[in-house]
Nanobody
Framework: VQLQASGGGLVQPGGSLTLSCVASGNIVNINDVGWYRQAPGNERELVAH???????NYSDSVKGRFTISRDNAKKKVFLQMTSLKAEDTAVYYC?????????????????WGQGTLVTVSS
């Protein structure tokens, strides 16, 4: 199983950006998904979480500005970011809890994308 994140880049303060993450491999089901970020010198932190039942959870710093969504058919997760601030600058990672069928067993594990850099600067 692989998670491939994309969509990062340089954006001016106040601008918008949408991150995408696509899962591939021998996937039976994708449960909860989320986006995390890590700024230089900081620990990785949760940005947004989307449970399999549709419930969402956002960090206080992004509430009202970021929106997490998913396309189950395409095995994709999105993070729509608006009103971006300099403090949103970080490497963003997607995360998914995925069920696979391996060696005649159903196994559920957490998987991480490789990270995509978002830089908010004028």
């Amino acid at each position: 199983v692989q998670l491939q994140a994309s969509g990062g880049g340089l954006v001016q303060p106040g601008g918008s950006l949408t991150l995408s993450c696509v899962a591939s491999g021998n996937i039976v089901n994708i449960n909860d998904v989320g986006w995390y970020r890590q700024a230089p010198g900081n620990e990785r932190e949760l940005v947004a979480h989307l449970a399999s039942d549709g419930r969402t959870n956002y960090s206080d710093s992004v509430k009202g500005r970021f929106t997490i969504s998913r396309d189950n058919a395409k095995k994709k997760v999105f993070l729509q970011m608006t009103s971006l601030k300099a403090e949103d600058t970080a490497v963003y990672y997607c995360n998914a809890r995925i069920m696979v069928f391996y060696n005649s067993r159903y196994l559920t594990n957490d998987y991480w994308g490789q990270g995509t850099l978002v830089t908010v600067s004028s």
